[in-house]
C-alpha cells in the first residue's frame, strides 16, 4: 500500500512506520472494534473531505452500538482527520482515511469493558477500489454461497470489524472464481449488499435499491439515491431477487472506495450490453462531479482543508 507521513492515535501524529499496538490488544483477539472509510479528492479549492461530518456520526454510532465509549467527540475526531490530511501532504487525486476505534492492551476474556479503548486515523493515496478497468468497464460480480449474517446473529449496522469476516469469505470465494466482487444474499434470498458496498440495479428505466434491512446504512448509496432522484430519475427501495439481476438492463456497487462501480456479468449472465451502461455512466459522472467540487449544488457535503 501507499505509505503516508503519520497516523493519527489518541491524539498525536506518530511516524507511519511507528504507528503500532500490543500483540494482546482486546480488539486483535475478540474483534470488537468500529471503523470508517471517508474519503478526500483534490477539487480546485484544494483537497476537500466528502461527508466528514456523516461518516464520523457513523463512527460513533457504530461504537455506541458495540458497547465502544469513545474518549473524543465527533467534533475532535473531524478535526483530526482534516489536520492528519495536511500533515501528510499528500499530491495525489484522492486519498482514503481510515478511522478506527479499538479495544487496546490491559486485559485478556471475552468481557470488553474494562479493556482501554483506543482511537486511530490513517490515511493514505488509495486509487479505485475495484481497478481502474473496472470503474470504466465494470466488473464480474459473483452471487456469494455465504448469506450476509442475520440480524438476528450479530448488529449489522454497525462498521464493525468482526461483522467483516463475512465479507472475506464471500470475497475470497468470487476472486478464486474468477469473479472481481460477491454479493451477499440475505436469510431469506433477498439482496443485502457486496463485501464492501451497496447494489443497484436498473430495469425499464427504473434505478432499484434494496433496503438496509440486513446491510449497513450507506452513506453512498444515501448520496446516490439523491442525485438520481435529482437528475429526474424515479429511484425504488425494495427487496431484490437473484432472479431479477440476472435479467437487469445495468447494475453497479456505491461505496467510499467503490464510488460507482458498474457491473457488467452476474453469474455468468451479461447485462445489458456488458459495460457501463448509459444509466450507471451519468450517475458514475454525476457523482465525481459532485466529489470533486465540480458541482456547486452539492458543495455543502465536502469539508475543505485550508
Known amino acids: 500500500m501507499n505509505e503516508a507521513k503519520f497516523i493519527w492515535m489518541n491524539g498525536k501524529l506518530v511516524p507511519w512506520n511507528d504507528a503500532k499496538i500490543h500483540v494482546l490488544s482486546h480488539t486483535l483477539h475478540y474483534g470488537n472494534g468500529a471503523i470508517e472509510g471517508t ?31 469513545v474518549p473524543y467527540t465527533l467534533e475532535e475526531l473531524n478535526e483530526a482527520q482534516i489536520q ?8 495525489g487525486e484522492n486519498v482514503y482515511l481510515r478511522p478506527i476505534v479499538y ?12 479493556a482501554p479503548v483506543d482511537v ?18 465494470g466488473i464480474r460480480l459473483k452471487i456469494s454461497s455465504f448469506n450476509r449474517t442475520s440480524n438476528r446473529s450479530n448488529m449489522g449496522k454497525a462498521k464493525a470489524v468482526g461483522n467483516y469476516l463475512n465479507s472475506q469469505m464471500a470475497k475470497y470465494e468470487a476472486v478464486e472464481s474468477g469473479y472481481d466482487e460477491a454479493l451477499l444474499l440475505d ?56 432472479e431479477e439481476i440476472y435479467v437487469a438492463d445495468e447494475a453497479f456497487l456505491t461505496g467510499t472506495a467503490a464510488e460507482i462501480t458498474p457491473v457488467r456479468e452476474v453469474d455468468a ?20 462531479d459532485i466529489v470533486y467540487g465540480r458541482n456547486p449544488e452539492y458543495d455543502h457535503y465536502l469539508t475543505y482543508i485550508d
Open 103 to 114: 479495544l487496546g492492551y490491559g486485559v485478556m476474556g471475552v468481557y470488553h469493558k474494562e
Open 84 to 91: 492528519l490530511l495536511k500533515a501528510n501532504e499528500f499530491t
Open 269 to 288: 449472465r451479461i447485462l445489458g450490453g456488458g459495460g457501463c451502461g448509459p444509466i450507471t455512466e451519468k450517475i458514475q459522472s454525476g457523482y465525481f
Open 187 to 242: 436469510d431469506e434470498g433477498y439482496v443485502a449488499e457486496a463485501t464492501g458496498a451497496s447494489f443497484f440495479m436498473i430495469r425499464d428505466g427504473e434505478i432499484i435499491t434494496p433496503p438496509s434491512d440486513n446491510a449497513l446504512q450507506s452513506i453512498t448509496q444515501k448520496m446516490v439515491i439523491e442525485m438520481a432522484e435529482d437528475m429526474g430519475y424515479k429511484v425504488i427501495r425494495r427487496r431484490i431477487s437473484r
Open 39 to 69: 474519503k478526500a479528492y483534490k477539487t480546485p479549492k484544494g483537497y476537500a473531505i466528502f461527508r466528514l461530518n456523516d461518516h464520523t456520526k457513523r463512527l460513533l454510532e457504530s461504537s455506541k452500538i458495540t458497547l465502544l465509549d
Open 120 to 137: 486511530s486515523i490513517a490515511a493514505w493515496e488509495w486509487g479505485a477500489y475495484l481497478g481502474e478497468e473496472g470503474l470504466k468497464k
